[in-house]
């Protein structure tokens, strides 16, 4: 087998890939994504993989820059893959977003949008507030790693710190790191969750192994020490129990709408919330929901769309597939004094045609799925009824697919679309579109 050739090569950038790299070309015309490189530069670049479709290649020298390439803020940017955008003018992040999403709208749904909405965007930097970290005792390194994952996902990142994690969190990882390094069932700790409400922030921290008095000590005294609440979580996500018995509520509040949403500590909330409460207007405002209309809103979660919907609808109805979030949801509603939100858990994959929710007829839908989209549940509903549809997606590829469906076999018009930076500095995009008959 020929030995692998890694020798530098001389390389002109000419588009950004989907996933943030950087795009080049052999001479032959095959295709060379390239880590660190932008649109328009001149970079030196070492291979690092060769398939029969593409190579792939990251950037030791940029010998020609782009106008568009600003300085990282973060120190372990090229190494850790939490961000591969830093690089990259925050204005010019949106702009590559919003072409990925109108050529995917193209490319695979067959469709375009009568009107592209401006981006929304909010702050960039400290956002984050809910994630994953992991866990990796490492030898060499005398220390225990707590992070994301590398570029190269094999390996954790070793982090001092990160500027898209809320602060409160982002600027502690060393301390977290230490606390880990200290237990003694720190081999046994593979990943630590956390998530940041408006008066809490919460650490779960799953465990293969029981944790010891002085673990466990260990771990509360960092709590306090630090203004956290700690759950340990000994197996799957039902085992989550907070460390002392006790716990501080989690809970996020949406002012326009006068609601408050709690939720638990491994729960699903958008990471944003400075762009989550745009994004909550936006979809109101494009729904163009009355007084006497009924909203059906799938892939509800939390309520964090059904409850502002019902401050100004008839009735607004959920439907989410996590048994534990629906259960929440309807506690919010009553907690909220909501009494006209209703939730029901249904398996949105599956056929869900003889669901007494699915009979009741709307005149609005709202879908925020999954990245698999929402093609299944699509084709069960009874969609001649609904005048309007607003469409949030967190994969340009499957809305495209879907927006297909929607035009060009049920006869809607793709009124608008747009982008929303719910995750800056990473290749991640988050869309809205808005169908009507």
């Not at 989907?18 to 001149?42: C, I, N, Q």
């Not at 921290?205 to 340990?232: I, S, T, Y």
Request: proline share 6%.
């Amino acid at each position: 087998m020929a030995r692998f050739d890694r020798t530098p090569f001389r390389t002109d950038i000419l588009d950004l890939s989907h996933d943030g790299r950087g795009v080049a070309r052999h001479a032959d015309g095959k295709a060379v994504f390239v880590d660190g490189a932008l649109p328009g530069e001149t970079v030196l670049a070492e291979p690092t993989a060769r398939s029969r479709r593409f190579d792939q290649a990251r950037t030791l020298e940029v010998l020609e820059a782009s106008p568009e390439r600003v300085a990282p803020r973060c120190p372990h940017f090229g190494t850790c893959g939490g961000c591969v955008l830093q690089h990259l003018a925050e204005d010019r992040q949106i702009v590559a977003k919003q072409r990925v999403l109108l050529e995917n709208l193209e490319r695979i749904g067959k469709v375009a949008p009568e009107r592209v909405l401006p981006p929304l965007t909010a702050g960039s930097w400290g956002y984050r507030r809910k994630g994953r970290f992991s866990v990796r005792r490492v030898d060499k390194k005398d220390k225990t790693l707590v992070g994301f994952r590398e570029q190269d996902p094999r390996f954790v990142a070793d982090l001092r710190e990160c500027h898209t994690v809320v602060p409160e969190i982002g600027m502690k990882i060393q301390a977290l790191s230490a606390l880990v390094d200290g237990l003694q069932a720190r081999a046994h700790i593979p990943q630590i969750e956390f998530i940041a409400g408006d008066d809490a922030i919460a650490l779960t921290v799953r465990h293969l192994v029981p944790l010891g008095e002085a673990d466990r000590a260990a771990l509360g005294a960092f709590a306090r020490a630090q203004g956290f609440a700690v759950f340990l979580q000994p197996k799957g996500i039902d085992s989550v129990h907070p460390l002392d018995g006790e716990a501080p509520a989690l809970s996020f509040r949406l002012p326009q709408w006068d609601v408050e949403l709690a939720f638990e500590p491994l729960d699903f909330i958008q990471v944003n919330a400075k762009l989550n409460e745009k994004m909550i207007a936006l979809a109101l405002e494009m729904l163009d929901a009355r007084p006497e209309h009924r909203v059906l809103d799938l892939f509800c979660g939390l309520g964090n769309f059904t409850l502002p919907l019902a401050r100004q609808v008839r009735e607004a109805v959920g439907v989410e597939g996590d048994a534990g979030l629906v259960a929440r949801a309807r506690a919010n509603a009553q907690r909220n004094g909501l009494d006209n939100a209703r939730f029901f858990a249904a398996d949105l994959t599956q056929d869900q045609r003889g669901t007494p929710w699915m009979r009741q007829g709307f005149d609005r839908l709202l879908l925020d799925p999954p990245r698999s989209g929402a093609d299944e549940v699509l084709k069960q509903l009874p969609l001649r009824d609904i005048e309007r549809i607003v469409y949030v997606s967190c994969h340009p590829g499957s809305l495209a697919r879907d927006a297909g469906f929607l035009v060009n076999e049920h006869g809607y018009r793709l009124v608008s679309a747009g982008v929303m930076d719910m995750f800056p500095h990473t290749a991640h995009v988050e869309s809205i579109a808005l169908f009507q008959r």
